[in-house]
């Protein structure tokens, strides 16, 4: 089995436009939503997302986070490596407001119900919302749907689904590619 | 390596530069969770921890305290003056009666050199040592640094940092100096020759007896306080002999060409080491060093709870 290519980069700008004009129908001026960027790696998708929806869609004000999830997780001392934090940047409320919160690929659920958890710490918010750019389909561990999807995938375990960016790999694809053998 | 490389935490003497940068990154994360509308994470809902403190303290007890609860761990507390130790228990027995109530961690404060080490040997838990007689009292130091790298916002490499008190007894003194070098700062002690142990130059660290010259010399001041509890026999004629020629004014800050961040362990002796004026001036870090307190143990536990296995 080798590396396949699921999204290509214009495949992924048509993506991340819907993905934006499907924000704005639910959301019109974002005047009482705010953006979550879930740390590492749903902070690129959130930041080509705002990029997006300030330049091209004239979104004024535009309120956008990220939120580090490593204390929330249900596998500390569970795992063999250590977890490594992030940082956290949320400089407003959440308080009655209507929360995106955005990953790049929903797997398991367990990061997002980690966010759920986390996001208590910053108030009551109106209601959450997911918003994924893949979503492998099959592979849930926990009863969490994304609102907003990008690309469903049926992808099996021995899979991985690697997302790369202009910002860190020089280019806008999404791989499926065998995972690592873990004999060795 | 982001895990440490010790399991206990019984003194910076055991750690190198990789788990310093370790502790002072996680802390900045701990930072930024005491100050959120809900200052708790759930990471260390299954632990428990003991904090065993032998010997009197506010700060360090209570900070110890409020980093575990807002790691969500269960927490119970000893002191010695209310137990059975004053019916003749040994240290051993007591860590043990405790560790059978299925404690993880021991957080332990005890007047003897090396009693952490001690306990590391003969019981199953994690040890964090809160300070150990005039041996190390590695979480201050590791709060100190963490406080003068915001203070100076960079790290410390090349910082020019003064120790001035009563070196002698100074736990405080002794883990800072281990800090600072390992970061590459340099080191300098001021106090009176009777309180400046004999053989520090070996350690790398300069001696300077004139108050006014080492703080020209300075980036950062730390002030220690007098331990008269730790003194067998009388260091100096008197307190107002000591304050005259190493208790720090604001006439004296004012005098120097740049400013200086000023810090103190607590408690403080007011008018003593410091006057009330510079304590509570905006060169001092004092409180921000009781808060930053907090996120570096928080830190501290964190890490040493990673490696617990279940």
């Not at chain 1, 934006?20 to 930041?47: K, M, W």
């Not at chain 1, 705002?50 to 004239?58: F, G, I, Q, S, T």
């Not at chain 2, 065993?52 to 002191?79: C, G, P, Q, W, Y």
Request: charged letters at 25%; glycine letters at 4%; aromatic letters at 6%.
């Amino acid at each position: 089995m080798s590396r396949k290519t699921l999204l290509t980069s214009k495949e992924i700008e048509i993506i991340l436009h819907r993905l934006a004009c499907q924000l704005i129908e639910n959301h019109n001026d974002f005047s009482n939503t705010v953006l979550i960027g879930l740390q590492p790696r749903g902070t690129y998708l959130a930041n080509r997302l705002a990029k997006l929806l300030r330049d091209e869609y004239n979104i004024k004000d535009l309120q956008l986070g990220f939120l580090d999830i490593t204390f929330y997780r249900d596998d500390f001392r569970r795992r063999q490596e250590p977890l490594e934090a992030t940082s956290t940047q949320i400089d407003f409320l959440i308080e009655d407001k209507k929360v995106v919160i955005i990953d790049d690929v929903l797997y398991s659920g367990r990061s997002v119900r980690s966010a759920l958890t986390a996001l208590q710490s910053y108030g009551r918010p109106d209601n959450i919302e997911l918003l994924v750019l893949i979503d492998r389909r099959f592979s849930r561990h926990l009863p969490i749907q994304p609102n907003y999807r990008g690309r469903q995938v049926d992808a099996i375990n021995e899979e991985k689904v690697v997302v790369c960016w202009q910002e860190t790999h020089k280019e806008d694809t999404i791989y499926l590619e065998p995972k690592p053998s873990k004999l060795d | 390596m982001k895990q440490l490389s010790v399991e206990h935490l019984l003194g910076i003497k055991y750690l190198n530069k990789n788990d310093l940068e370790l502790i002072f990154e996680t802390a900045a994360h701990f930072k930024e969770v005491i100050n959120r509308p809900i200052k708790k994470v759930p990471s260390l809902r299954d632990i428990t921890i003991a904090n065993l403190f032998f010997e009197n303290s506010t700060r360090t007890k209570l900070s110890f305290e409020l980093a575990e609860k807002r790691l969500s761990a269960d927490v119970i507390n000893f002191s010695a003056g209310q137990s059975s130790v004053k019916k003749g228990e040994t240290l051993i027995d007591t860590v043990n009666n405790i560790l059978s109530m299925k404690v993880d961690i021991v957080v332990m404060r005890h007047s003897n050199v090396g009693a952490g080490i001690f306990l590391s040997k003969h019981v199953d838990a994690k040890i964090i040592n809160a300070g150990d007689g005039t041996h190390e009292h590695p979480t201050q130091a590791l709060l100190d640094s963490f406080s003068m790298r915001e203070a100076l916002n960079s790290d410390l490499k090349g910082k020019k940092i003064l120790i001035v008190g009563d070196v002698l007894h100074s736990r405080v003194a002794l883990s800072n100096i281990f800090a600072l070098q390992l970061q590459g700062a340099k080191v300098k002690v001021c106090g009176p020759t009777t309180l400046i142990p004999r053989y520090i130059s070996s350690l790398g660290v300069e001696v300077e007896t004139n108050l006014k010259k080492a703080l020209e010399w300075c980036d950062v001041a730390n002030v220690l306080r007098v331990q008269h509890e730790r003194m067998d026999i009388k260091y100096f004629p008197s307190t107002r002999e000591y304050t005259q020629l190493f208790g720090i004014n604001k006439e004296i800050l004012d005098n120097l060409d740049k400013k200086i961040v000023i810090m103190h362990p607590g408690p403080i002796n007011r008018g003593v080491e410091l006057t009330s004026d510079v304590a509570d001036s905006n060169q001092s870090i004092i409180l921000n060093q009781v808060e930053n307190g907090v996120a570096v143990r928080m830190a501290v536990i964190y890490l040493l709870a990673q490696q617990i296995k279940r």
